[in-house]
């Protein structure tokens, strides 16, 4: 059996080695390092993990699941920037809010309802402006949530001048059902930031693409990512609880 010890010296370095080759990829790219953001995601992950990471300098975390993430989040210090990544239901749109007020950001908004719930919660609660990124499907894949790039410029327009209390930040997609992505998804991802931006008139280095993850974060920021979810590589394999 692993002493906490030892798995805390692992993980800190698992840590160590993400940053590292995201430095080299975003070298490689022509990007300064400091633009592309490390999201380490903790889903199913002990608080004490977690503590071991912000203990080393890690500021910037994710979580997946509503429920989980309300437990988790005032148990730890609230100058962590959390970030809720996936499909948000809108009926968990309060509990979030509620319960991890040092919410950074939604990753990713997928239809107009959740984006009006979240903008309503986000001024009954009197919070600043929460940022979101309008999530897209670019595999096609059904199993997949996220707008069509076909309405990602629709969607993004309603963020941005329909909630008053929402910060349009950009885009997101997640990968294939393996958790890798193609040059093909990016290069999709990367095609709706032009049209986005066209549309609202924005410039595109306002505009962020949140793509790539533990099997394929390199290639993403290569492909213009500025925004990373690595979980396995840092945290080790994930803890699904069996079913019964």
């Known amino acids: 059996m692993t002493s906490p010890v030892v798995a805390e010296a692992v993980t800190v370095a698992a840590l160590r080695s993400v940053m590292l080759r995201v430095q080299q990829a975003a070298e490689r790219s022509g990007t300064k390092p400091d633009r592309v953001r ?3 995601v903790s889903k199913t992950k002990p ?3 977690i503590r071991q990471l912000y203990d080393a300098g890690h500021r910037c975390f994710g979580e997946n699941y509503v429920q989980e993430f309300i437990e988790k989040a005032p148990q730890l210090p609230q100058d962590i920037q959390w970030h809720f990544i996936g499909h948000l239901q809108s009926n968990k749109v309060k509990a979030l809010l509620s319960g991890v007020p040092n919410l950074a950001m ?3 908004v997928d239809n107009q309802k959740v984006a009006n719930n979240l903008d309503r919660m986000v001024s009954t609660l009197g919070r600043n402006p929460l940022r979101v990124l309008v999530q897209v499907n670019t595999s096609g894949e ?3 949530s996220g707008v069509d790039p076909s309405n990602c ?3 993004a327009k309603h963020v941005k001048l329909s909630c008053p209390n929402l910060e349009f930040s950009g885009l997101m997609t997640i990968g294939m059902l393996d958790y890798t992505s193609t040059p093909q998804n990016f290069q999709t991802l990367s095609n709706c930031r032009t ?3 066209k549309a609202l008139e924005m410039d595109e280095e ?3 693409l949140s793509m790539g993850m533990s099997g394929d974060f390199e290639l993403a920021i290569e492909s213009g990512s500025t925004n990373v979810r690595v979980g396995s590589t840092i945290f080790g394999p994930r803890e699904y609880a069996k079913k019964q």
């Open 47 to 49: 608080i004490s993990m």
């Open 38 to 40: 490390v999201v380490a």
């Open 142 to 144: 059904e199993s997949k």
């Open 195 to 197: 049209e986005v931006c």
């Open 206 to 208: 306002q505009c962020e």
């Open 106 to 108: 939604v990753e990713g």
């Open 153 to 155: 410029v629709d969607l």
